[in-house]
Every structure is written in C-alpha cells, then in structure tokens.
C-alpha cells in the first residue's frame, strides 16, 4: 500500500501553481522575443494605426514638400506611416515608419540615422539597412516620386 495520500485541495493547488508557472513563463517569453513582428502593432481598424484616421494612404497620396525634407536627414510622417529621406541633395528615399523589431513606430532622424526608441534600433538614411540591432531587417521601402515640388507616394 502507498504511503502517499493526495486529497482534492492538493490537487487543486498543484493545479492553480502549474497554471500560474505556465502563464508566467509565456508572458515573459513574449516579451523578451527577439523575433521580428509579423505585422505592424494594431491594423486598418485600429484607430492609432497609420493611415488610420479615414485618409487614404495610397498610390498618388501627398505626404509633403520636397523643400520641407533636410539634406543628410529626413522626415516621419506618422499618419501615413512613411519615414522619407533625402540623403543627399535631391535623392529621396521612402521607408515604412515601423521599426522590424516589434513593431514601433521609428520616431526621429537624426545624424543619417532613422531611429526607433523602443528598443534602440537604427536604419541608414539612404536604404533602410540596419545600422543598429536588435532589428532583424532592413525597413520596407516605399515607392515615391517627386512631382511640382511635392513628395508623393507612387
């Protein structure tokens, strides 16, 4: 015969104590996850979403002035999700706004850096590389083109 007895309480606190290790376990996996996002944070229903605020974000959509984007620097516009660069005089350049690691929002350019303050990834100004993990990959390019003085996504 055994010596070992198991009552119902047992059982249930063994149970309560598994679940809780479980679910810990996989709140800090997500969190600590190097794995790149599969799509930015949120979507075309979210309303902090780029390009979600009901203006269409397309082929022909002005994003702004050429003059207005700094040689050797750029410019990130937020509602469209576009981060546009100029990294020498009148070669421009176009990225997603979101950063491949987990998906922020990039929120400065600054020194032929596109920058993201989540987790301190940077980007090249001239083809969105990565100049500066934990980013897994370059940003997305966007299709411009320059037309009247105007930056517009092509």
Known sequence: MSDVTTSGATSRRV??????????GALLAACGSEAPATEP???????????????AVGA?????KAADI?????????????????P????????????T??????????????K??????EFSITDGSVLQPPAPRALDKKEIKVENGEIKLA
Request: glycine residues 18%.
């Open 15 to 24: 149970l309560l104590a598994s679940a809780g290790a479980v679910g810990a």
């Open 41 to 55: 944070t949120g979507g075309a229903t979210d309303p902090g979403a780029p390009g979600a605020s009901g203006a």
């Open 60 to 64: 022909g959509t002005v994003l702004g």
């Open 70 to 86: 700094p040689v050797g620097g750029g410019v990130i516009f937020k509602e469209q999700g576009v981060v546009v660069t100029q």
């Open 88 to 99: 020498t005089a009148g070669q421009y350049a176009a990225f997603s706004a979101i950063c």
């Open 101 to 114: 690691h987990q998906a922020c929002p990039v929120s400065q350019v600054e020194a032929g850096k596109i």
């Open 116 to 121: 993201c303050q989540c987790h301190f990834s």
